[in-house]
């Protein structure tokens, strides 16, 4: 038997007015983990979704053999049964039921006829402790963050008998800390004789757990490098992804006039009446005309909880404290008020708070401010699309043009038409939620540049982001933040990873 546990070969999918794969082999030695690197849009999720099933045989071109049997699924059940599974960079959870229902969603354990509540439960606590994720099982999915979903979706894929486990990104939303206990998952389950394809854009810890690298470049495959036999360096993979060497730097330098505080919070307290319990705690902090402020914390710690209640966000939460714009206290009650004090909020999670998926690129970005585009209340249609066309090569987003709907987007492209959407409004304050989550280096750089240009044209920046070095690079102070209070606040200047890592555990 051959050592590869699975082969795609001359792949094609094709979608209208993009190739999105381009006759690409792919194959994955048994046990070992293999990274699929490639800059956004490159095709990495959509060779995953041919593998799964999520696109279906006959919707492409090529041939997938799995244990050197040729297999067309029809549906993922098809690729499930055989021990592949896939968690995708979109995270498809039911929100609004508990873990345990989650994990055996469509495989529940019954006995006599009737779900086996204890059993799926007993179950639930183990996976749960194999992925670190102290919560009860009873936990309802939408009180989770992000991180902590993706932490489900792992235990999930570990219930079932799995050999093949796909991960789309599954450390974009976690930190230092967190993602390294994930990849060390991912280092146990290989010894237990599992295999891994690992998607991520965070290339030094795909440099530090896998044995394979295949580096896609616009649908088709540069290269694939092996430990041991190839030289893996960040650099190199970098190359073949953009097609180009890249500056080192990867923080762009910011020349800005520090003003005024503008944004001021007092004794901020935010309870969620739905979890009865406090979870921001008499916060205060500043932030000044032309600065980029940080908010470094662990999961959990309630960056994005304090960020979203600041925005206006009250759903089962209630809010108290003050709120000064330039010195004149103003109530941001909800949302909407929120906007039309002149906040933006760019979040981890586009899904839910960030894009219409349905909508195109043009009308998603437009839409917080239309009337800079329009006259006289007439919407000026070539204004309109000028400044968005402009947007779209600012940010090199990857399209067919203004009008693709935005669902069919890859996911670091949506991630910058959310950003490119904030970047129109003529908001003042600006709340960063990761906002690079998902996004390759080059891009990264873009969007850095693009947050100094704003800092520069007197905006007010507030970034939260789990990658210290990214804080470190980009912010002129990082508050530091753990159980829903700030326990400090450090210059950019001065500190460093291991400084503030030692403060925030
Ligand atoms: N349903 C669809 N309809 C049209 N085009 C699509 C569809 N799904 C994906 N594409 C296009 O296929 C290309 C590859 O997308 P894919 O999602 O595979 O990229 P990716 O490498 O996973 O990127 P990212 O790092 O941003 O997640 C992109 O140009 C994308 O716009
Ligand atoms: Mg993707």
Redesign the pocket.
């Known amino acids: 038997m051959s050592d590869k546990i699975l082969e795609m070969k001359n792949i094609t999918k094709r ?4 190739v ?1 794969l381009d006759n690409v082999s792919f194959s994955v030695k048994n046990k070992t983990i293999h990274a699929l690197v ?10 995953m ?1 041919v593998l799964s099933g999520v696109i279906t045989s006959g919707n492409y071109e090529g041939d997938i053999y799995y244990k050197n049997e040729h297999c067309e699924f029809k549906t993922i059940k098809e690729s499930e049964n055989l021990g592949i599974a896939i968690i995708h ?1 979109e995270l498809a959870l039911v929100p609004y039921l508990s873990i345990r229902e989650n994990i055996f969603l469509g495989h529940e354990h019954s006995k006599f006829g009737v779900n086996d509540v204890y059993k799926m439960r007993e179950e639930a606590i183990e996976v749960l402790k194999r992925v670190g994720l102290s919560r009860m099982p009873e936990t309802i999915v939408s009180d989770l963050s992000v991180a902590e979903q993706q932490l489900v979706e792992i235990a999930k894929a570990l219930t079932k008998h799995i050999e093949l486990l796909v991960l ?2 599954p450390t974009s939303a976690l930190n230092e800390n967190e993602s390294n206990q994930l990849l060390n998952l991912l280092l146990e389950f290989k010894k237990e004789g599992l295999t891994s394809i690992l ?1 991520s ?1 965070k290339l030094s810890e795909v440099i530090k757990v896998c044995d394979a690298f295949t580096i ?1 470049r616009d ?1 088709a495959v540069v290269e694939t490098l092996y430990r041991g036999i190839d030289e893996v360096t960040e650099g190199r993979i970098v190359q073949g992804m953009v097609g180009r060497s890249f500056a080192n730097n990867y923080y762009p330098p910011r020349d800005s006039d520090i003003g005024d505080v503008v944004l001021k919070v007092e004794d901020w307290n935010v309870f969620s009446t739905a979890e009865d319990k406090q979870i921001i705690k008499d916060v205060s902090f500043d932030v000044k005309r032309g600065e980029v402020v940080g908010i470094a914390g662990l999961m959990g710690a309630g960056r994005t909880e304090l960020a979203m209640s600041i925005f206006g966000y009250r759903e089962g939460q209630k809010a108290s404290g003050k709120i000064y714009k330039n010195q004149e206290l103003i109530q941001n009650n909800n949302i909407s008020m929120a906007v039309k004090n002149g906040f933006a909020y760019i979040s981890e999670d586009r899904k839910v708070y960030g894009l219409i998926q349905m909508s195109t690129i043009k009308d998603n970005m437009t839409l917080v401010n239309l009337k800079s585009v329009s006259n006289n209340g007439r919407i000026n249609f070539d204004k309109e699309i000028n400044e968005v066309n402009t947007l779209i090569e600012q940010l090199v987003i ?3 043009g203004h009008e ?1 709907v935005v ?8 991630q910058k038409v959310a950003l490119a959407k904030w970047i129109f409004s003529d908001a003042d304050i600006i709340l960063l939620d990761e906002p690079t989550r ?1 996004i ?1 280096v080059g891009a990264k750089y873009e969007i850095f540049s693009i947050i100094n240009q704003l800092a520069e044209s007197g905006k007010t920046i507030l970034m939260i982001s789990s990658e210290l070095p990214e804080l470190l690079g980009m912010c002129d102070r990082i508050y530091l933040m753990t159980q829903g209070k700030i326990i400090g606040c450090v210059d950019a200047e001065d500190a460093t990873q291991e400084t503030i890592m030692a403060q925030l555990i």
Do not use: F, M, W
């Not at 979608?15 to 993009?18: D, E, L, N, R, T």
């Not at 490639?38 to 060779?47: C, D, H, I, M």
């Not at 669902?407 to 949506?414: A, D, H, V």
């Open positions: 979608y209208p007015g993009v999105a490639g800059e956004n849009g490159a095709g990495k999720s959509t060779l979704k960079q789309d990104e998607i854009h896609l649908g990857r399209c067919t693709q669902e069919t987007l890859s996911g670091g492209n949506q998902g390759d």
